[in-house]
């Protein structure tokens, strides 16, 4: 059983940067894929990024690509989820998964708490 804890969620102006961060419990974390969903007010829960194991792949949907970078430390067992240029539109909580397995749709097997990002106008 994975346990992940999601942090680093904070109130940010239109334009701002934010940095997530997700650790886990497990020690063999670098055998994870690991990813970001969000869930806006009244909305479900929508793919953002994931990254492989070692690093590699990295996946984003189509409306963060050159705003959002996936990256992690094994040696940490962290991942981190660099948020720049923000907008409203990006307002939801923010979830980290882990799987086996890269994956781009719901089906991880493991699920955080979520951390609120709230950017105002």
């Known amino acids: 059983q994975v346990q992940l804890v999601a942090s680093g969620g904070s109130l940010v102006q239109a334009g701002g940067s934010l940095r997530l961060s997700c650790t886990a419990s497990d020690g063999t974390f670098s055998s994870y894929a690991v990813g970001w969903f969000r869930q806006a007010p009244g909305e479900g829960r929508t793919f953002v990024a994931t990254?492989?194991?070692?690093?590699?792949?990295?996946y984003y949907t189509n409306s963060v690509k050159g705003r959002f970078t996936v990256s992690r430390d094994n040696a940490k067992n962290a991942v981190y989820l660099q948020m720049n240029s923000l907008k409203p539109e990006d307002t939801a909580v923010y979830y980290c998964v882990a799987d086996r397995v890269v994956r781009t749709s719901r089906e991880f097997d493991y699920w955080g708490q979520g951390t609120q990002v709230t950017v105002s106008s």
């Open positions: 990254i492989g194991g070692s690093g590699y792949p990295t």
